[in-house]
């Protein structure tokens, strides 16, 4: 599918009808992760089958919804549950939300996500702020910027030198020092999935450079530097590497470590919003 302005414009009309406020920040929730949008004051909730052309979340652990409101002093449009290539949807489709975003004005972008290992010293319930990306699937021809460039948003060969925003993941670890947070950093991979990954595959993927890896994030940021938004990103670790093949990774898993990883993302991602 190819996206236009037209397209574009009229998911964020129908969204400009609901709310109050100017967001400021989009916040893309990961698997399990959702329960972030809890903490937003005055809410206004959208579902996803209520904007037009926007794809639903079929994947347990992505509730489907947007949620608008303010938070810690700024205004959050809020993806309780993101869209993932392997559900079957295009890269239009994956990133129309991004897009969105930026027709609303939104200035920043955080992404979370639920991510493996590859790292040894990585452990279920770890945070990454991710520094920068390994974009597998956009390597072997899936890159959302393919087709028409939409010179409105953004040009033809937008640079990925920084796309994790050096200021934003300064604040990060800012805040994770005044929290006594453990911070591990390092480099997501993304694959399409939805098969996890093997002990082989992941092997490749370290001796690559790799720290997580997860089943999306990558289009939704090359998406956001496309359009100029600045983009901070955090891997919460649901699963510890599978190196020699000797455990079993299950979806079950990673939503169990979300239960651990949210209040720690929460810290951070509030003391960031305090921040700015």
């Known amino acids: 599918m190819q996206l236009t302005l037209e397209m574009i414009d009229r998911v964020a009309a129908v969204i400009r009808t609901k709310i109050k406020i100017q967001p400021r920040i989009g916040l893309i929730l990961g698997t399990g992760l959702g329960g972030l949008a809890e903490a937003i004051q005055q809410p206004v909730i959208i579902p996803y089958s209520e904007l037009p052309g926007w794809p639903v979340s079929t994947v347990q652990g992505h509730t489907g919804r947007l949620v608008l409101g303010e938070l810690d002093g700024q205004r959050l449009m809020v993806m309780q549950g993101r869209i993932h290539y392997y559900e079957g949807y295009d890269m239009a489709q994956v990133t129309l939300p991004v897009r969105v975003m930026q027709r609303l004005g939104i200035e920043i972008l955080i992404v979370t996500n639920a991510a493996g290992a590859i790292n040894p010293d990585f452990m279920p319930g770890d945070v990454m702020l991710i520094t920068d990306h390994l974009n597998l699937v956009g390597m072997t021809g899936l890159n959302p910027l393919i087709g028409l460039n939409l010179d409105e948003l953004g040009p033809r060969f937008p640079d ?97 470590s979300g239960a651990v990883i949210v209040p720690k993302l929460e810290t951070l991602i509030r003391g960031v919003l305090q921040a700015l």
Request: hydrophobic fraction near 40%; include cysteine.
């Open 160 to 256: 990925m030198s920084q796309a994790y925003d050096r200021g934003l993941c300064e604040l990060a670890r800012k805040v994770a020092r005044d929290n006594k947070l453990i911070l591990h950093e390092g480099v997501y991979v993304g694959l399409s999935g939805p098969s996890f990954e093997s002990p082989a595959d992941l092997r490749f993927l370290c001796l690559a450079g790799a720290d997580s890896v997860g089943m999306s994030t990558v289009p939704e940021v090359i998406v956001a530097r496309h359009g100029g938004t600045r983009v901070l990103g955090f891997s919460g670790i649901s699963n510890k590497a599978n190196l020699d093949g000797n455990t079993v990774t299950s979806h079950e898993e990673v939503l169990a």
